[in-house]
């Protein structure tokens, strides 16, 4: 193997990649980089064993075919401490990497690329495309709503379905749900898998890229995403998840209008003094004026009161402030609406301007 590549190159894909790299012992080629060069493409891969991501890159000069592993840490400095303009010549010769970097010189241990660990088996069930920032929108809207470290495992991710003519993200850690959905032009094979939240936090990363068609394989046990020159998988979560349609309201009927800024800021004065283990509040809604309350172990309290428009029932709700506001600062519009279903055990919150997402918040008992 023998290549040579621009600095500022080949340390922009490092950069990327290297965010899967952590310090193990018992595994010590996780710390490695697969290194392949093959029909003009250096491929770079890393993997946890949970997520894979491999950052393509064309070589116009000549080169050697080959492929090997070496530090990811190593070589990464090696690059960030080269000169702006430099160039990073890499020659593999017995089972050693020679690497040059203008006046450097340096010769990094390898291991055999066959140990390295790979996803290359998906047995796909499902292959179609979605614009990318249709994809990190509706992550962006839901993602706050994952389990974590959950004893059930089917909560830590975010459940990503095709059920008729549309694409769900959905979100659970059981107390609070959110759900974003988007029209696919084409018909697609149903599928319905549990991406884990590690995962979906590396993939909204990935997709801060300028808006463009990217392409979903979705297999039995693995995820494959195509984003510009990287290739992202990662395993999905066995289990089943949650019945999330049976929550919903069949019906929104006397939905209560608020303004989004004015309700965030009132909320945020009561939450100074909520009680730190429970964060609730307490609604009190009544003749066109929402009253919030809080208190606190201290015996502390905090009220504060605004005017909306409602003649309605009286309403009196307890509450997790900051699941409320999680959702208030996803929300871009002016308004929203809460629905309080039938039972008075939870409240179903939308956009006035945005059908496509949706959040259910369990109250709190009063």
């Not at 919030?292 to 605004?306: I, P, R």
Request: with cysteine.
């Amino acid at each position: 193997m023998k290549f040579n590549i621009k600095k500022n190159i080949l340390i922009k894909h490092l950069q990327k990649i290297n965010r899967l790299i952590v310090k193990n012992t018992s595994f010590p080629i996780l710390e490695n980089i697969l290194i392949t060069m093959k029909n003009g493409i250096l491929s770079l891969t890393t993997t946890n064993l949970e997520i894979e991501l491999i950052s393509n890159i064309k070589i116009s000069t000549k080169y050697t075919p080959g492929t090997t592993t070496i530090s990811g840490r190593k070589i990464l400095d090696i690059c960030r401490n080269s000169s702006e303009s430099s160039e990073i010549q890499m020659q593999l010769n017995k089972n050693k990497m020679h690497i040059i970097s203008h006046n450097s010189n340096y010769i990094l241990t390898t291991l055999p690329a066959d140990n390295f660990p790979n996803h290359n088996d998906l047995d796909c069930i499902s292959d179609f495309f979605i614009s990318s920032d249709i994809l990190k929108t509706m992550i962006e809207k839901t993602q706050f709503s994952m389990g974590k470290q959950d004893v059930r495992y089917y909560l830590n991710g975010m459940l990503l379905e095709k059920n008729n003519t549309s694409l769900y993200t959905v979100a659970t850690d059981g107390y609070r749900l959110a759900m974003s959905r988007t029209h696919l032009e084409k018909d697609i094979n149903f599928f319905s898998v549990i991406i884990p939240r590690k995962g979906i936090i590396e993939l909204y990363r990935l997709l801060n890229v300028q808006p463009q068609l990217i392409r979903i394989l979705v297999g039995k046990n693995n995820i494959r995403i195509y984003i510009e020159e990287s290739i992202f998988t990662t395993q999905l979560i066995e289990g089943k998840y949650p019945d999330y349609k049976s929550i919903l309201l069949n019906t929104e009927n006397n939905p209560i209008l608020f303004n989004r800024q004015l309700l965030k800021q009132s909320l945020l004065r009561v939450a100074i003094l909520s009680h730190e283990k429970f964060c609730g509040i307490t609604m009190h809604i009544k003749n066109n004026q929402i009253k919030l309350f809080s208190d606190n172990q201290e015996e502390e309290t905090a009220e504060d009161k605004f005017n909306i428009n409602y003649s309605g029932n009286t309403i009196e709700i307890s509450i997790n402030v900051y699941y409320i506001l999680d959702i208030l600062n996803t929300i871009t519009s002016n308004n929203i609406l809460f629905f309080i279903n039938e039972y008075n055990n939870s409240i179903q919150i939308k956009s006035e301007n945005d059908a496509s997402t949706l959040y259910v918040v369990m109250l709190l008992k009063c």
